[in-house]
């Protein structure tokens, strides 16, 4: 799914379900730079793709919380950009890139691998949780009736 049809999805989930979704203005081209330069090294494009169209987005309920650029921080070893449920905290594994030519996305307390690309944590992992609370940021056992 590209990014604009992302925010189309996700508006149109918003105004079904009256949900309050506030998006971030675009980062700015400095700004982008001054990331990539921060970590080391040019972002993935999708990376990249996400912050250019909006650098932040905050959904009341349920809750999720992508941080604007400038206040990505460490922890524990990855990039913290992301948060849901007030308490479950994503990040980029930016020590390597993947086969996607992309960095993991891992829930940054336990190393839990949530997805291999931005491109999937907004058309997926964003939508699961938005549509059903499922929590992304762990392995869910199934459990038969």
Do not use: C
Request: glycine share 6%; proline share 6%; hydrophobic share 45%.
């Amino acid at each position: 799914m590209r990014i604009e049809e992302f925010r189309r999805v996700l508006d149109k989930r918003a105004a079904s379900r009256g949900l309050e979704v506030d998006y971030g203005p675009p980062a700015s081209p400095e700004a982008l730079r001054a990331l990539a330069e921060r970590l080391g090294g040019p972002l993935p494009w999708q990376v990249e793709l996400f912050w250019a169209a909006h650098d932040g987005l905050v959904i009341r309920e349920p809750a999720l919380r992508v941080l604007p650029a400038d206040q990505w921080a460490q922890a524990h070893g990855f990039m913290h950009f992301a948060t849901l449920d007030g308490q479950h905290r994503l990040g980029f594994d930016t020590r390597s890139r993947n086969d996607a030519d992309q960095w993991d996305i891992v829930n940054v307390d336990t190393g839990f691998r949530v997805t291999l690309t931005m491109a999937s944590f907004w058309s997926n992992k964003v939508l699961a949780w938005v549509d059903s609370r499922r929590p992304v940021w762990r392995r869910e056992v199934y459990r038969p009736s």
